[in-house]
């Protein structure tokens, strides 16, 4: 079998990496600066010290959009932002935020350079004209999007997420700075990293996982698994906010290059449907997953139980994977993450709903489960997450 790995983006990270980002921005001879700012995070302390880097240096025109907070962008917002920036001269786009800004700001520096609407790139290796170079500040630990050739978009007529992907699509460069993620609220930091161990653990299991995917996704899960609780507790533990970043970008590497898996697929038309943030939309089925698969006889999670701290030495495969479920469901209750979406709004009566729109649009991540899982098994775990 021939094996591909890629990866396609410039990374700056570290404490206070975003402050030096000017200057290096200038090195690059861009100028004239396009800023998309998720609304969520415009007044948090750190941004608005890169923000200022920016607008007091005479060397940048500085161009700063507002994006709207707590709802994922659609091809019609693609265009409405796209349209706030068509009179101005923007030889650079700057997206700051979350998962659905970063996604935005792909998006427009596409725009940008491409004619016509943002939905008629929707799929992929649409985007023949590269775009405005593209630079990425996350303040989530989660999507991974700085990593990946996507940006995903819901198309509002059909109610569904796909997005525009491939080809010139993606970041010239990203920037993952620990510091602007210390004050970030505790269900953003543990729905955010439940989304990147969400790509790390499924990266690592599915039947497309490769030699590098497998070790990505390994080093990704470690210092996710390890760290978040220990974030969520002390926003000042700097090490644990850089380490949840690092673990983010490798699980989006690791993801991107060869795919998920059942929680991944569900979460999809969650999201469009009852608007379940991502990262929740995943995350809460995955301790079920991990279950479902070790019952059925996958015990590769044997190698993911070895790097949890303090794991108890000479346990066999079966033993381990067996205690790599029961750990990750008790890591799950720590982070404070929903046990269930009623919360959300969907009810029993929602589940064959959900189980045909899964089964339509997101057959493939069902089949790269390790083990076999069909219709039956997706409405077996919509039934644990959703109560009467």
Known sequence: MLNKFSCHTDIMFGQNASLSLSSKVKEMDLRHIGMIVDEGVALNTHVQ???TSFESDGSFQTNIFRSRAGSEPDYDYLDEVTAFFHDSVIDCIIGIGGGSACDLAKGVGIMLRNP????????????????????????????GTEATRTAVFTDKKEVRKLGINGKNVGSLLAVLDPMVLLDAPRIIKSGSALDALVHAIEAFACKNSNTLSKAIGKEAFGLLFNNLVKAIDDKGDIIAHENLFM????????????????????????????????????????????????????????????????????????????????????????TSAPLNLTGYGVSTKDIELLVSLTMQQRLENLKLNPVNFGENDVRYLLSKVIVA
């Open 49 to 51: 010290k890169i923000i």
């Open 116 to 143: 016509g609407k943002g939905i008629d790139y929707r799929g992929f290796d649409k985007v023949n004209i590269p775009g405005v170079p593209v630079i990425l500040i996350p303040t989530t630990a989660g999507t």
């Open 247 to 334: 673990g983010s970008h490798l699980a989006g590497i690791a993801m991107y290059n060869v795919g998920g898996g059942p929680a991944s697929g569900i979460s999809y038309p969650l999201g469009s449907h009852f608007k379940v943030p991502h990262g929740i939309a995943g995350g809460i089925f995955l301790p079920h997953v991990i279950r479902f698969n070790v019952e059925h006889g996958f015990l590769d999670y044997a190698e993911l139980y070895d790097l949890i701290d303090g794991h108890k030495e000479g346990l066999t495969p079966e033993e381990k994977s067996l205690r790599f479920a029961d750990k990750f469901q008790e890591f799950y209750c720590d």
